[in-house]
Structures are given as C-alpha cells and as structure tokens.
C-alpha cells in the first residue's frame, strides 16, 4: 500500500493478490458511497454495494496507521521527538479532542467509529478483492489544520471542544487553574497598587506551603501503605485541613518565613491568591455554563450533531450545511481538513481509474461532492506537492520574534549592567538567583504532574536557559527524561477516551486513573515544567530585580541607562 498522485497510482493491497484490471486498454469507473461514520445504515449500505459491484478494487478513507489500528494491529508508538516539539502537543490535544467527540457520538447511536470502512475492507477481502487506502497521513492532515487556524479560532475550538466533551465545572476549574498560574506573577507585580501587603502573601503563603507539603506527604504515605492505589482525595483533604490551620492560628508563620525566606513565602503567596482568584471565576464560569447551558457548551460539535439522526448524516443536505457552519467557523481550518482531503483522494482515484481498475471508494459524505467534482474534472486538481508535507500558518510568526526578542533583552541586560560598572560579584549572584528560582518553579510543578524525581532535576537545572531561548523548553527536558520510563502510543487515545466517557465514577479518580496513561502524563508533565519556568520568571522581575537595585548605589534603570550611554562612547571612540 502506498500514496501518490494519479501518475502513480496507490497500491492495492492483495486481498489473494494484486487484482488485475478490469479495462487494461482503457479506462476503469469509480463508483463513490457517501456514508456516516456512525451510521448502522452505513456499514449495510457499503456491504450490498460492494457485493452488487464487485469492482476491482475497494478504496477506503484510511491511511496505513489508521487501517492497522483498526485491523487490531500494533498501534503506532509515537515519535518522541514529534511529540515534544513545537506546536505538536497541542496538535495532540485537538486530535485528542476530536477522537473523544467521535467515540462519545459512536456511542450514542451504538457504532463503532469508521465501521463502514472497516466493513468495506471485510467484505472486499471476502470477495478476494483489492483494498486501496487513499486518504493522507493522519498526522500530516492534524499539522496542516492546526497551522491553517488562526490564534482566536485555535481558543475557540480548544474551548468549545473542553466544555463539550466534559463536565463544565471540570473545565472551568481546570481552566481557572490556568488562569491562576498566569495571575499570580501579575499579584506579586501589582498587587501592591490594589492594597494586596506583604501581610497578607505571607499568610497566603505560608498557609499554601504547609499544605502543600501536608498534602504531599499524606499522598506519598498512602501510595506506600497501599501499594500505589490511593487517591488523591486524602492528600487533598490533610492538604487543605492544614493550610486551613496555619492560616486561622498563624502557627508556623515565624517558622516558614524565616527558614525560606520572605522571598520564598511572598512568590507562593502571590501564587496562591492567583489560584484562588482563577478557581473561583473558572468554577462559577463552569457552573452557569452547566445550569443555563449557554455559552461554549451550547457550540459543542457532538451537541450539534446530537440534534441529527445518524442515517440522515449521509443526506446531502445535512452535509452541505454542516460543511458551510464548519467554513463560517474556520475558512483554512476547512481548506485542510475537508478540501485538501478532497483533492489528495481524487488523486488516487483518479490514478486508479486511469489504470483501468473499476473501483468502488467508501468515503465520509463530507467529501463525496468534492470528490466527485474532482473524478468529472481531474483537470482541476491541485498538484500533490501542495498537499502534502508541512504548512506554515502564512502570518508573522509573532511568537518566534518575542521569544527572539526576549533572549536579546537578556543578554543586553546583563551587557549593559556590566558596562555600568556592576561588579562581577553581584552580576553572578543576580545569575545564580535567575538560576535558583527557575530551577525550584519548574522542578517543583514537574514534581507535582508526576515527574520523577531525576526528569524534574533536570528540566529544573536547564530552565534558567530555556526561558530565554526561544527555540527551547524546559519541559522538553524533563519528557525526554520520563520517555526512559515511559513508552507512549496511539492506543492510549482509545484509553483516554474510556476514562472520560465513565460518567460514574468522582472525577478525581478519573483524573487519577488519567495520570497513569503515558501519553496524558507526558504531557502534563512537560506542561507543568514549562509553567513552572514562566512563572519563575515573572516572578524574579517582581522580586528580585528590586532587592538588586536596593543593593546598589542606583536603580537597575538608572544603571542600564548608564551602561547604554558608556557602550555608545565606546562605539563612537572606535569608528572615529
């Protein structure tokens, strides 16, 4: 089995053997069934067709990976380096998400996903007759999608899909943590403007830290007395209990504060209000979502199609407005998911044919009118190379120039004090404080999703670099350093979707049992780490630049400035 254009036509796979065609002179026919991918109809429909035409071959919308998963196969492991690079994790998420709607939608109308395919090929094999997978690389057509969205529609697809295929209040709360991580730095810088003391963030944090650890401890000591099935619900109620304690009685204030320092108690303070804020608004966001059914929920896909009966999604009707919603919703979203797809499969059709086979396709209705548009006219076709390979998202890559922008700002900063006179002995210690908080920020949220403790050490000891080199993360680190233990592939999305579709069980055992799945761990861990960084970072700018200053004979302004002006002389002295 191979792809290519209609020159090269792709290669059946022998059922006993490669079939001969039909018209070895001439030209073959295709003949094109629109189906559902849920649809009991469906799979009968492609059954009496195949055996009423017996054609040559049998063209399915499958490629290699997805006809071996679905045949019982090894499922695909998934490629370390793809996994962890760039935009791939949240490429993963939207075909995570994506896969969950179409399995939920699955089981609501009692059919396996893609049962008409797998039900063309079995009787197409019953009949010895050949298979074509014609459609393109999954992974390829995911990239190509994700790199057509823009920023707003990737938020509002992410967003529609998480309050769609989950409790509200589960996603609200999920994303008000999101939130709260972001909006802690923001308290340390200017919650002082706001009436937020230092009084205050040390309770806050002191009361976060002792909970923090009480919480750890009792999960660790449970894990250990019952063998590694505890829940999180123990840790977190001593967790809670304790925070709880230190913040009515103010025993351990005294202790916490001045063992870790003012520093220390302030950044998890700050940290802690953020959180609190994020979870309260995420969670009455989730809630009135939940009550009054408006908002992200109401966008759902699985809703939307909920409101069809699945034999009416092959009507040409249904599709061609579900089509023209989903264009409204995101115009290069649709030119790669359904328009790139059309084209791609024309091409193997249109080589099939070409070569004299007759032959019967078995694609989605979405694609039978552009696809068919393509079998008319095969003139029209896009060249292939425009179909395959990797697309760029054709706008400026505003991410990359900030990032660039920020390793420049860091260098320069560190420059410029230097030209300013700094000694050598505060521009190190100024480093090693840079070094020290990021370490602690991304080891210790590493930690907490799960990291062991070596994949935590090391993204911890790169995160100073990381978080100002654009082209790097610390949670890379960190997930290269768990994939020694990990083995991850396409079958944990089957499991992730099993876990999410048991709507009986507390959701902290769901989220539990999740974090057992490779796949899901790996990404919450190299997440976490990255976070972790990002927050060290806002935080040393809130903290530690101004007790640097307070140090010196002048503000870090005044000194840059200075640093500026001396680099200037000494340019000039050297041009003239």
Do not use: C
């Amino acid at each position: 089995m191979s792809h290519g254009s209609h020159d090269d036509p792709p290669t059946p796979e022998d059922a006993p053997g490669t079939p001969t065609p039909s018209n070895p002179e001439g030209e073959g026919s295709v003949t094109v069934v629109g189906t559902a991918h849920v649809s009991e109809a469906s799979v009968r429909e492609v059954e009496e067709t195949v055996e009423a035409e017996r054609p040559d071959i049998v063209a399915v919308e499958l490629d290699e990976g997805r006809y071996r998963q679905m045949r019982g196969g090894t499922p695909d492991d998934l490629d370390p380096g793809d996994l962890l690079g760039g935009n791939t994790v949240f490429q993963f998420l939207a075909y995570w998400m994506l896969s969950y709607v179409q399995t939920r939608m699955g089981e609501k109308f009692d059919v396996e996903p893609g049962a008409e395919q797998l039900a063309a090929v079995e009787t197409a094999e019953s009949l010895g007759l050949g298979v074509a997978l014609v459609d393109r690389e999954i992974n390829t057509t995911i990239q190509r999608f994700w790199a057509r969205l823009t920023l707003v529609e990737k938020f509002r697809m992410l967003g529609a899909l998480a309050f769609g295929v989950t409790d509200p209040r589960v996603a609200g709360v999920t994303f008000g943590v999101v939130v709260g991580l972001l909006l802690g730095p923001l308290i340390a810088v200017f919650g002082g403007s706001v009436g937020i003391g230092t009084a205050l963030l040390t309770a806050v944090g002191t009361s976060l830290l002792a909970g923090a650890a009480a919480g750890y401890l009792t999960f660790e000591g449970a894990r250990a007395v019952t063998g590694g099935s505890s829940g999180p619900t123990p840790a977190a109620a001593a967790g809670l209990g304790v925070a709880a304690t230190v913040g009515v009685t103010g025993i351990g204030v005294d202790f916490l504060t001045s063992t870790l320092s003012t520093f220390v108690v302030s950044a998890a303070g700050s940290l802690g209000l953020g959180l609190a804020a994020g979870l309260g608004v995420g969670l009455v966001a989730g809630v009135l979502v939940d009550a009054l059914g408006i908002g992200l929920a109401e966008e759902s896909p699985e809703d939307d199609l909920a409101e069809f009966d699945p034999d009416e999604l092959t009507d040409g009707d249904v599709v061609s407005a579900m089509m023209e919603e989903f264009r409204a919703f995101s115009p290069g979203g649709a030119e790669a998911l359904i328009d790139e797809r059309d084209a791609y499969i024309g091409h193997q059709l249109v080589g099939l044919r070409e070569a004299g086979y007759d032959v019967v396709a078995v694609l989605g209705a979405g694609h039978r009118a552009g696809v068919e548009a393509y079998l008319r006219d095969p003139r029209t076709l896009p060249p292939m190379e425009s179909l395959v390979g990797e697309a760029s998202g054709g706008r400026v890559p505003w991410g990359k120039l900030l990032g660039f922008g920020i390793t420049a700002a860091f260098v320069g900063f560190f420059v410029l004090l230097a030209m300013a006179g700094v000694r050598n002995v505060e521009l190190l210690r100024l480093f090693a404080a840079w070094f020290l908080i990021n370490g602690v920020f991304a080891a210790g949220l590493a930690k907490v999703a799960g990291a062991r403790w070596r994949s935590a050490g090391v993204g911890g000891l790169v995160a100073w670099m990381t978080s100002v080199n654009p082209l790097l993360a610390p949670g890379w680190f960190t997930g290269y350093m768990e994939l020694r233990h990990l083995k991850v592939n396409v079958s944990d999305i089957g499991t992730l979707n099993e876990l999410l579709s048991d709507e009986t069980r507390p959701i902290t055992d769901i989220v539990s049992d999740m974090l057992d799945v490779p796949l899901f761990r790996l990404i919450v861990v190299v997440a976490m780490t990255n976070v972790g960084s990002v927050i060290a970072s806002v935080l040393f700018a809130a903290y530690v630049l101004p007790a640097f200053s307070a140090s010196l004979d002048a503000g870090v302004t005044e000194l840059m400035v200075r640093g500026a002006r001396r680099s200037a002389e000494l340019l000039w002295e050297a041009v003239a």
